[in-house]
């Protein structure tokens, strides 16, 4: 595939057709100024936004920071962090709606508890029927259990999100196996949501075939949050030119980069 044709392998999420498939959050930096600066470098298309920490509106005599992500440019992905019942979260999909004019998708996220930040799937499979039920268009957190995967896909979710590892550790994909069973299975788009630390871990759940990846600490809690936006780009789109390029086999031996065969040592 050439990098015309790379253009055109488009990530499709609900019906809309994005060119980026990094996805990137909005927290942990220093200011509005640099937020605009690491999502303009990340080259992302799809910006989430998490509506029980952020102003987009809900606080009028506050900094809206959709005043600096318009929604002219990015898809803006109201998400639930912070939420630790399928209650509270739905109460926030709905509130996210009102404030952004009918805008029905969401990320659902709901956690198990504060120190590990874990989804509590129980009450995240609750949040994702009532919310698909009420006509959101449910993008969805989740553990990298292939059985729960599949449940929430079969439930009408239009992606879903495993873990790659916990949120904000950036110890990487620790879970390369259950993610590869997860996307044998899957006909929605399997995005990597936690975990990745730095634009090596960005690149290996692309070459392993994710359909996108999605951060915010590995790039705002960076030495140098924009340049690392920069990298992330590169090493998302370099991962899935890997993937589609499809790597040379393992082999236990070497083998000569120059093949001896018909040359003037044989003859």
């Known amino acids: 595939m050439s990098a015309i044709d790379l253009q055109q392998d488009s990530l499709v999420i609900a019906g809309k057709t994005y060119q980026s ?13 640099e937020t605009r600066e690491a999502i303009e470098a990340s080259g992302a298309e799809i910006v989430t936004v998490a509506v ?10 506050e900094p809206n920071l959709l005043d600096v992500i318009s929604p002219d440019r990015y898809t803006i992905l109201p998400n639930t962090a912070g939420c630790y019942t399928a209650q509270d979260a739905v109460r926030t999909c709905k509130l996210a709606r009102e404030l952004m004019d009918g805008h029905d998708l969401v990320k659902l996220e709901v956690l198990g508890d504060e120190k590990t930040l874990y989804p509590n799937i129980v009450e995240t499979l609750k949040a994702a029927e009532t919310l698909i039920k009420d006509g959101f268009k449910v993008m969805v957190y989740t553990s990298d259990d292939p059985i729960v995967a599949k449940e929430l896909e079969a439930m009408g979710c239009v992606a879903v999100m495993p873990l790659g590892s916990l949120i904000g550790s950036g110890l990487g994909i620790l879970n390369p196996h259950n993610l590869r069973i997860i996307m044998e299975e899957a006909k929605v788009p399997i995005i990597v949501d936690a975990g990745v630390g730095t634009a090596s871990d960005a690149a ?3 070459e392993m075939g994710c359909a996108g990846v999605l951060m915010n600490t590995a790039i ?9 936006a920069s990298a992330m780009r590169l090493a998302v789109e370099a991962g ?25 040592i044989n003859r």
């Not at 990094?22 to 220093?30: D, I, N």
């Not at 790597?247 to 120059?258: D, F, I, L, T």
Request: aromatic letters at 4%; zero cysteines.
């Open 21 to 33: 498939r990094l996805l990137v959050g909005t927290g942990k930096y220093r200011d509005m100024d």
């Open 52 to 61: 029980r920490r952020t102003n987009i509106g809900q606080n009028p005599n």
């Open 204 to 206: 290996i759940a692309m």
């Open 220 to 228: 705002a809690a960076a030495g140098k949050p924009v340049l690392m």
């Open 240 to 264: 899935r030119a890997a993937y589609i390029a499809g790597r040379m086999p393992r082999k236990a031996y070497a083998s000569a980069s120059s093949p001896l065969d018909a040359t003037l």
